[in-house]
């Protein structure tokens, strides 16, 4: 009994620390993750796993390790990623601990803990438990870096490197959006966003929406299939009709209060 015990328990630390293998996408977001553009947006509602979509995706390109379902772009080379968020705590409370899990609980995210090297790993000294960058081994050998930035730092933190890709996690300041245009220059690089459209005349949106070289996702609450509509009311329960509409269906309200552009279902 005593080494059945160790077994499962050796089984279920492994599971816990190889997350990607058993995450599987529904159907709105392999939409976004088998695109494979230089530039893509998910604008999606409140609740329905674009972040994670995300995440999941970056720590594929990361490590090598790809879903048998994959059908979107391919590294078979180490990358250097940047993740870019809101504010170092909320990088670190939502992106940093889904691609590694929980601070003390490295390697329980979406990256295989045995891909992570943790002697080279450099991380913030405020605030506490913030990673800035690590070192991640990839499938095809030698290893892919992500290294992780907030809105608050400002441009020119963004100045001077050469990067594969970057992801933004909600709406990012122009100023920012267009630096790391520049940083993925070299490498033709990929840029992509998720989030939840509820800042009106947001010029960075604008530009999503309007460009043709943006390829361009949504996922309403209605798409996603753990939440039923009593749900869904919880949710945007006291939010102003404009905000509920953007928050339910992932497309921005401007102005006097109409949707932007256009309809949800025409993307």
Not at 69 to 84: E, F, L, N, S
Not at 225 to 241: A, N, Q, S, V
């Amino acid at each position: 009994l005593r080494e059945r015990l160790k077994v499962a328990e050796a089984f279920a630390k492994a599971k816990k620390e190889s997350k990607i293998l058993d995450w599987v996408p529904y159907d709105k977001q392999w939409d976004y993750l088998n695109c494979d553009s230089r530039y893509k947006a998910l604008t999606a509602a409140n609740q329905v796993g674009k972040t994670t979509s995300g995440m999941f995706e970056e720590a594929a390109h990361l490590t090598g390790i790809y879903h048998k379902d994959w059908k979107g772009k391919r590294y078979d080379r180490p990358v250097d990623v940047w993740i870019v968020g809101e504010t170092s705590e909320r990088v670190r409370d939502t992106l940093q601990e889904k691609l590694f899990g929980p601070i003390g609980q490295w390697g329980t995210g979406f990256i295989p803990k045995d891909c992570i090297d943790m002697d080279k790993m450099i991380k913030k000294g405020n605030p506490p438990g913030c990673i800035n960058k690590a070192w991640i081994k990839h499938s095809s050998g030698g290893y892919s870096t992500v290294q992780f930035f907030s809105f608050d730092q400002g441009r020119e933190s963004f100045q001077g490197s050469t990067i594969d890709r970057v992801y933004f996690d909600e709406q990012a300041p122009q100023a920012i959006v267009n630096e790391c245009k520049i940083r993925l220059l070299v490498k033709r690089g990929t840029m992509v966003f998720t989030f939840t459209p509820v800042i009106n005349d947001d010029p960075v949106y604008e530009w999503i929406m309007e460009s043709n070289l943006v390829k361009k996702f949504a996922i309403s609450m209605d798409d996603c299939p753990f939440l039923t509509e009593e749900m869904i009311e919880e949710i945007l329960d006291g939010f102003p009709e404009d905000e509920r509409m953007a928050r339910r269906t992932g497309v921005a309200m401007k102005g006097s209060r109409i949707i932007y552009k256009a309809k949800p279902e025409d993307y």
